[in-house]
């Protein structure tokens, strides 16, 4: 990748690195106040740079139907954008759960906007290529969905009192969230040789990162909307931008001649 | 290839023994036996070779092959020189001297054209014919032939049709069929051409036609002409008249090619078509995977490398709309044969070749394949007798 390329994606591969260090240092530190400030402040601030970043380039053009790649990314961009007020919503709030509930349903909108954008690129993608289109789209909302409800089933019969409404809600978007990944999975093995895997892979990174905030609520006791809680969602916000940043260096790079 | 005359000289006299004009005279055949053993004595001596050395003689628009047998001279009159052509004459120079090897010594009248006649149909009006050619009859094809086969065969055969439906509405063997065809061209009561298939490229030359004012025009032919532009395979002109008979529209296209109101493409320009619809179908599948600027520069940046070598992929273009554009500067150099179908086949080639190695880059090998693969299956379809000669195995990557 050259330096005109890399230009927009080292701001946010570094800016990321260093948000994750000094999370470590202050929790190791345990200035937890600090830690709160950074979880109000950083999340909706992550994910409005890499959304508005990614609107300018992409939304240039408008929604192209017949360009899906550059459909999916204008889509994540967008749905940054939602995630970022959605963010700025958990500010005004605060942190419990009846709130994280209500941030996880201001969500759903930029969620759907993503599946919307990784469905449709996974669709053009199968079309294309004449993989077996419905056994792989069956296998992505299947699959995820089988799992995350076995999973549920067994929590709330094993832990009395499990079963809330959050906790149905918050299983149901972890399939959700869990469908996306497995789709941006799926296109990361089929181009897992061509630069098309780089943004296909941070996005996949972000998604797992976006994932694993419902998977710890659900399963591991973590306190929704807390310091290291909220570091995943930076991260996976942060993550998303460099995915879009990627996707912008190739559509602007210039292809490389194999001789 | 179009051959025009056959002619068998004796070589020491340079007397014609036979000649056979399968189209209109051109020489007259002693004339012409002079010539060629005037001419090939003369080289022998300026280049004081013991072995025959003239080869062929290039006129404007034919070429006059010689081949020499033991005492005679075989001379083919053509619209072009081939090695295939070469080895027949030489077989029918060497029957001839088999046949009649009393005319070396002396001249008698041995009723050579009847007993010949056999082996020429077989060796230059035979092969010319296959189960799909086309047989057209002349308009009063009575006053050429007095042969009764042929009369036979001729009197109720339609006046355009196949040498497979000639046969199936006899009921006869095909092999009769194509025997008899044969001997109706030796007698030139018919015309035959190549048959009509579906992946040929024609072109209207007018879109009014030639026809009388009495003559009824079927709007569906009318439909056809509007659809020939030199670009579109008959598959595809046939989709777009939603013509329900494909043979039919066949026969339509014969009929129309008959009276001169279509006609088919140059070879290089069918070249031209056949790439430029595999380079589109490509390019639609790398951009709907890769985007629509990715798929432009690896279009452009390909063309620009390719065109060091040919540099007139310049006149092949990729719009916004994403639409494979051939300039109609190429089109019309292909039309007019100022460009061979071996080079565009080669620059074609190199060109999708280097698009696929471009887009491996982006998408890695196996997909690249598989888009390849997608886009050789789509243009079997469109043109089921041509698409093998792009050389799709060269351009795996």
Redesign the interface.
């Known amino acids: 990748m050259t330096m005109s390329k890399t230009r927009g994606v080292l701001p946010f591969l570094l800016g990321g690195i260093l948000i994750a260090f000094i999370w470590v240092v202050l929790w190791f530190l345990g200035l937890e106040d600090s830690m709160l400030l950074m979880a109000i402040y950083l999340p909706p601030f992550a994910a409005l740079v890499s959304g508005i970043i990614g609107v300018a380039y992409f939304g240039q053009e408008g929604f192209?139907r017949?360009?899906?790649?550059?459909m999916m990314n204008l889509m994540l961009a967008l749905a940054l954008v939602v995630f970022a007020i959605a963010e700025i919503a958990t500010g005004v709030i605060g942190s419990s759960e009846t709130g994280y509930l209500a941030i996880i349903l201001m969500q759903l909108p930029g969620l759907l906007l993503v599946a919307l954008g990784v469905a449709s690129y996974l669709r053009?993608?199968t079309?294309?290529?004449?993989y077996r289109n419905d056994k792989t789209v069956a296998s992505i909302i299947f699959i995820p969905i089988g799992v995350f409800t076995v999973a549920g089933a067994i929590t709330a019969i094993a832990v009395p009192g499990a079963l809330t409404v959050e906790y149905l809600v918050n299983i149901a978007v972890a399939a959700g969230i869990g469908s996306i990944v497995l789709a941006l999975g799926k296109l990361l093995w089929?181009?897992?040789?061509?630069?098309?895997?780089a943004p296909l892979g941070f996005a996949f990174i972000a998604m797992l990162l976006y994932l694993a905030r419902s998977v710890l609520w659900c399963w591991f006791g973590f306190i929704p909307l807390g310091p290291l809680f909220q570091v995943l969602v930076v991260e996976s916000y942060i993550l998303l931008g460099v995915s879009i940043s990627m996707a912008r260096g190739?559509?602007?790079?210039?292809?490389?001649?194999?001789a | 290839m179009e051959i025009n005359s056959l002619y068998v000289i004796k070589r020491d006299s340079g007397l014609c023994m036979y000649h056979k004009d399968f189209q209109e005279e051109v020489f007259d055949p002693q004339l012409l036996s002079s010539f060629v053993i005037a001419m090939t004595t003369f080289f022998d001596e300026v280049t004081r070779s013991s072995k025959p050395q003239a080869r062929a003689f290039e006129g404007a628009d034919y070429t006059l092959i010689v081949e020499f047998g033991e005492w005679t001279v075989g001379a083919v009159s053509a619209d072009k020189e081939s090695q295939r052509l070469r080895e027949k004459l030489k077989a029918i120079i060497a029957k001839f001297e088999n046949q009649f090897s009393l005319l070396r010594w002396v001249d008698l009248d041995l009723a050579v054209y009847t007993r010949f006649e056999r082996h020429v149909i077989e060796a230059f009006i035979r092969d010319r014919i296959d189960p799909d050619s086309q047989i057209i009859v002349k308009p009063h094809w009575e006053f050429y032939t007095k042969n009764p086969d042929v009369v036979s065969f001729l009197r109720l055969v339609p006046q355009i049709c196949t040498v497979k439906d000639a046969a199936d509405f006899w009921e006869i063997p095909l092999e009769i069929a194509l025997n008899l065809t044969a001997e109706a061209l030796w007698e030139k009561a018919i015309t035959v051409k190549a048959a009509i298939r579906s992946d040929d490229i024609y072109e209207a030359t007018a879109l009014t036609g030639s026809r009388g004012s009495t003559e009824v025009v079927p709007p569906e032919v009318t439909r056809v002409l509007s659809q020939l532009d030199g670009e579109t395979p008959l598959t595809i002109a046939a989709e777009r008249v939603k013509t329900a008979d494909l043979k039919r529209f066949l026969g339509d296209i014969a009929v129309l090619a008959e009276k001169h109101e279509v006609e088919l493409v140059s070879p290089a320009q069918a070249v031209v078509v056949l790439f430029s619809s595999a380079l589109q179908e490509l390019m639609d599948?790398c951009?709907?995977?890769?985007?629509?600027?990715?798929a432009h520069?690896?279009f452009f940046?390909?063309r620009e490398?390719q065109a060091q070598v040919y540099p007139w992929l310049a006149f092949v273009d990729f719009d916004e709309s994403?639409d494979v554009e051939v300039k109609s500067s190429l089109m019309s150099a292909a039309g007019k044969r100022r460009i061979t179908p071996e080079i565009l086949n080669d620059g074609f080639r190199n060109f999708l070749h280097?698009i696929v190695?471009?887009t491996?880059?982006?998408?890695?090998?196996?997909?690249a394949n598989?888009?390849l693969e997608?886009t050789q299956e789509e243009m079997g379809k469109q043109f089921p007798r041509r698409y093998l000669d792009i050389e799709w195995e060269l351009l795996n990557v």
């Open positions: 192209m017949e360009d899906r790649f550059h053009a993608t079309e294309v290529l004449n089929i181009f897992r040789q061509g630069k098309l895997a190739l559509q602007d790079g210039k292809t490389e001649i194999a | 599948r951009a709907k995977i890769m985007g629509r600027r990715v520069q690896i940046d390909s490398k994403l280097s190695r471009n491996r880059s982006y998408m890695g090998a196996k997909p598989i888009i997608k």
